[in-house]
């Protein structure tokens, strides 16, 4: 799995720090480090089905010569500046199957992310908004972001992704929390408790 996850990184961290943005590169692509920190953390929650599928759609994007993170922040432009969305090149479309699945995952994330809030507000309280009804020109929501990243994934990583989530949302599982307790141990905190007591005491 670690090298699944490395292979994905080196992929997509080359796919970032091409990301053409209005003003010049962000600071977050000259910063490596908190990059795979961050991704691999999301990467750390995935099975190996997930990782594989997703690894093949890098790959094969990479070989047509497409961006999927510059199409992922050229879909969250849908929500965030839509007058400037409808002057980017032209992405993939999302056919309404693909436009189904894409909302049944956001609708299970979403709860999480609830869930999420209400047990760790002060780390919640340093992330995103939840909702796309809170984005702003300079502040991307969680539904907005997720929803941009699912739109580039294939068909197959979709649907290993669903079966996936509903299977741990069966079993009472939260993906969000699984994922940002990898995160925070890759800041080396002990545990979630922890990390949330210092996030509140900043």
Not at 17 to 46: H, L
């Amino acid at each position: 799995m670690k090298k699944l996850i490395q292979k994905i990184l080196e992929l997509e961290w080359d796919m970032f720090v091409k990301v053409q943005n209005i003003g010049g590169p962000a600071d977050c692509q000259n910063n490596p480090n908190t990059f795979y920190k961050q991704r691999g953390s999301q990467f750390a929650a995935w099975n190996d089905a997930m990782l594989k599928s997703y690894l093949d759609d890098l790959q094969t994007a990479k070989q047509l010569g497409r961006n999927l993170l510059a199409e992922k922040y050229a879909y969250m432009m849908e929500s965030t500046v839509p007058d400037e969305y409808d002057h980017l090149f032209q992405l993939p479309s999302i056919n309404a199957d693909k436009k189904a699945l894409i909302d049944r995952i956001i609708k299970i994330h979403l709860r999480w992310a609830q869930e999420t809030a209400l047990l760790y507000p002060g780390l919640s309280g340093r992330s995103r908004p939840i909702y796309s009804n809170q984005d702003t020109y300079k502040s991307t929501s969680y539904e907005t972001y997720f929803h941009g990243e699912l739109a580039t994934y294939s068909d197959t990583t979709l649907n290993e992704y669903y079966c996936y989530a509903q299977k741990l949302d069966e079993n009472g599982e939260n993906l969000n929390l699984i994922i940002l307790e990898h995160t925070v141990k890759s800041y080396d905190y002990p545990s979630l408790e922890a990390a949330e007591r210092a996030a509140c005491l900043k």
